[in-house]
């Protein structure tokens, strides 16, 4: 966050080893394999996409420890000082919404800052980098050959695993039969898991038993099945 002062702040994430392990199948395998190469990227960067809610924070976060890399986002680059951002001294950068429609000339100094020093970046947004912005030109066209790790839609096996993680942030347990029924009929969209968490702490049973469960569905207007 850029705060009136003017100052840019920077975010140096560290895992917790107590925290909960990411998820590395299905949906995730394939951007979690990327990040970890991050040595070999070609020219040191790469982007990550995916779908709103579908975990690029807390992958960002996982890149960031490993790299030793701050972190900042799109709306902080915007609100900073080109020459700001051109002093920063980071040795790797992570940029999560990094697709803020206002970011792109404060981005496109990051991204120079970056190549200058020798500096691995990975930048987060919702879609293919190509699209982020139309100006500067110099911005789209580095943008475009950027390579790209994507988070993939939500599998049957990662939804089941997520929507555990979401109840156990609202430290609700359930059943593996819940889960399971749960993740095989409701909505296929990240946005969804942690809707039916939700429900599930508002739904009488709170989804303990198939009942519950069904009824946990049909209050979001998903079928039950």
């Given at each position: 966050?850029?705060?009136?002062?003017?100052?840019?702040?920077?975010?140096?994430?560290?895992?917790?080893?107590?925290?909960?392990?990411?998820?590395?199948?299905?949906?995730?395998?394939?951007?979690?394999?990327?990040?970890?190469?991050?040595?070999?990227?070609?020219?040191?960067?790469?982007?990550?996409?995916?779908?709103?809610?579908?975990?690029?924070?807390?992958?960002?976060?996982f890149w960031a420890s490993d790299a030793n890399a701050a972190l900042v986002?799109?709306?902080?680059?915007?609100?900073?000082?080109?020459?700001?951002?051109?002093?920063?001294?980071?040795?790797?950068?992570?940029?999560?919404?990094?697709?803020?429609?206002?970011?792109?000339?404060?981005?496109?100094?990051?991204?120079?800052?970056?190549?200058?020093?020798?500096?691995?970046?990975?930048?987060?947004?919702?879609?293919?980098?190509?699209?982020?912005?139309?100006?500067?030109?110099?911005?789209?066209?580095?943008?475009?050959?950027?390579?790209?790790?994507?988070?993939?839609?939500?599998?049957?096996?990662?939804?089941?695993?997520?929507?555990?993680?979401?109840?156990?942030?609202?430290?609700?347990?359930?059943?593996?039969?819940?889960?399971?029924?749960?993740?095989?009929?409701?909505?296929?969209?990240?946005?969804?898991?942690?809707?039916?968490?939700?429900?599930?702490?508002?739904?009488?049973?709170?989804?303990?038993?198939?009942?519950?469960?069904?009824?946990?569905?049909?209050?979001?207007?998903?079928?039950?099945?």
């Amino acid at each position: 966050m850029t705060p009136s002062g003017g100052q840019l702040f920077l975010d140096f994430p560290r895992i917790d080893p107590g925290q909960r392990p990411l998820i590395e199948t299905g949906a995730y395998a394939a951007a979690l394999g990327a990040l970890r190469r991050w040595r070999h990227w070609p020219g040191r960067q790469m982007a990550l996409v995916g779908d709103a809610f579908a975990g690029k924070t807390r992958l960002l976060k996982f890149w960031a420890s490993d790299a030793n890399a701050a972190l900042v986002t799109g709306e902080a680059l915007a609100n900073a000082e080109i020459d700001e951002i051109a002093r920063l001294s980071v040795s790797a950068l992570a940029v999560d919404d990094a697709d803020h429609p206002a970011a792109g000339l404060g981005l496109l100094a990051a991204l120079n800052l970056c190549r200058d020093r020798g500096a691995p970046v990975l930048l987060a947004g919702r879609t293919h980098p190509a699209g982020w912005f139309t100006r500067p030109p110099d911005l789209r066209s580095r943008l475009a050959a950027m390579p790209v790790a994507q988070v993939e839609p939500p599998d049957d096996e990662t939804l089941a695993l997520r929507l555990r993680e979401e109840c156990a942030l609202r430290h609700l347990i359930l059943s593996d039969e819940s889960v399971t029924y749960l993740a095989n009929r409701m909505e296929r969209s990240w946005q969804a898991v942690g809707q039916v968490a939700d429900q599930i702490e508002r739904t009488p049973g709170r989804a303990d038993g198939l009942r519950s469960a069904r009824a946990v569905l049909t209050a979001l207007g998903m079928d039950p099945g």
